[in-house]
């Protein structure tokens, strides 16, 4: 039977989080709701040492609610131990992934597998890094040239599983596309090998999704659960953005506007040679200024805008690299953040980057920008009793 209502002196107090709130009796969906993981299609026996190893498509499980995806990628076959990679590797195995929405839509993409690399490692989801283990597979790089690397995608950020996708109609599935690169050689350019492994190395490629449970609609004491994530259809996008070749003064404005931007994240490849490492020793900016309509947000030296995002990650940008994240609140970290940093912009919106390269450079700008059902997306998680 349900628990009896204390008042009073008699009623306990409630576990709150920072700025939360008293009184409310229905359990936040992340407490209702539980982790779930299947597993969905491999393709195995992809032979990489071929100029086209070809374009696959994978359906997402049905199951509650998506949080995220797991992409498994094994290269096997490979023998010796004369094997270098490109310095995108080995990411760059995949050169193009495409998350779709139920209808068509992207998601996720189209990005480079370095891009989604970068993304799930200073996107804001979690604390640590995709590449910070080689324990159980999860991420390695030998010089036999065989590998392996798990690349996570994830839809849900901030607080309370905000931005899982229903994923309930067997019917109506999501989609991920991935087109490989090539596994052959060439020193200047990879895309995965700068000096080629002996044998044949042959691919395997398999998808898992992360899921939270759909809860029921009451605990076994009566309460009310929350049966689905705050501000429920709120959906997050990464998009890329290219200016190439571009050299002296720099006024870059954005062409994502409209939502709210959640993240930044820079690329900066030399011109000449395509490389990041190339970029980062001769052409990298010495400041880089950003503005938000009439009004200027950063104009900084271009370490103390790495130093910021150091403090917040806890470990270095990549050569060529350089974020503006808004997901430091509210402990200053890059995870699990309430929303207060979050930027509004409307179509009219101009978001704009000025700098000087020291050298001509390409330049790829991943934008991260949500899509609010309500404005619970961004206070109800903060508010909430624990």
Same mark, same amino acid.
């Given at each position: 039977m349900p628990s009896p209502i204390l008042t009073g002196s008699d009623a306990p107090v409630a576990q709150q989080k920072k700025g939360s709130a008293q009184g409310t009796s229905v359990i936040p969906f992340a407490r209702a709701s539980k982790w779930h993981i299947e597993q969905g299609q491999i393709y195995s026996g992809i032979a990489i040492n071929n100029a086209n190893p070809g374009t696959y498509y994978f359906d997402v499980p049905t199951y509650g609610f998506l949080s995220g995806l797991y992409?498994?990628?094994?290269?096997s076959g490979c023998t010796g131990a004369t094997a270098t990679y490109y310095e995108d590797a080995p990411w760059s195995m995949i050169?193009?992934?495409?998350?779709?929405?139920?209808?068509?839509?992207?998601l996720f993409g189209p990005v480079s597998g370095y891009d989604a690399y970068l993304i799930a490692k200073f996107g804001g989801y979690r604390l640590f890094a995709p590449d910070i283990s080689s324990l159980a597979g999860q991420y390695n790089?030998?010089?036999?040239?065989?590998?392996?690397?798990?690349?996570?995608?994830?839809?849900?950020?901030?607080?309370?599983g905000l931005g899982a996708l229903a994923n309930q109609d067997a019917s109506a599935k999501y989609r991920v596309q991935i087109a490989l690169n090539s596994g052959t050689f060439n020193a200047a350019t990879g895309p995965v090998y700068t000096a080629a492994p002996t044998g044949t190395p042959v691919l395997s490629v398999q998808l898992?999704?992360?899921y939270r449970s759909e809860p029921?609609?009451?605990?076994?004491?009566?309460q009310s659960?929350? #049966?689905?994530?705050?501000?429920?259809?709120?959906?997050?996008?990464?998009?890329?953005?290219t200016a190439s070749p571009i050299s002296g003064f720099q006024t870059l404005q954005l062409t994502r506007v409209g939502n709210v931007i959640r993240n930044h994240l820079l690329i900066l490849r030399d011109t000449a040679n395509g490389t990041r490492t190339t970029a980062e020793a001769s052409d990298m900016p010495v400041s880089f200024e950003y503005d938000w309509d009439s009004g200027q947000r950063y104009i900084g030296n271009l370490n103390t805008l790495r130093f910021i995002a150091q403090a917040a990650y806890g470990y270095d940008h990549p050569a060529g690299t350089l974020f503006f994240p808004n997901t430091l609140d509210p402990d200053k970290l890059a995870?699990?953040?309430?929303?207060?940093?979050?930027?509004?912009?409307?179509?009219?919106t101009k978001l704009t980057f000025r700098f000087t390269p020291l050298a001509s450079v390409?330049?790829?700008?991943?934008?991260?920008? #949500?899509v609010m059902a309500s404005p619970e997306a961004q206070h109800s998680a903060a508010l909430e009793v624990r």
């Open positions: 992409i498994t990628a094994t290269v050169g193009s992934i495409t998350v779709y929405d139920v209808n068509g839509t992207p790089k030998p010089t036999s040239g065989n590998f392996n690397f798990i690349l996570p995608i994830y839809f849900e950020f901030g607080q309370d898992e999704g992360l029921p609609a009451v605990d076994r004491f009566g659960n929350s #049966i689905a994530p705050p501000a429920s259809g709120t959906v997050q996008y990464w998009s890329k953005q995870i699990a953040e309430y929303g207060d940093e979050w930027m509004s912009t409307t179509g009219a390409g330049m790829t700008i991943l934008t991260n920008d #949500i």
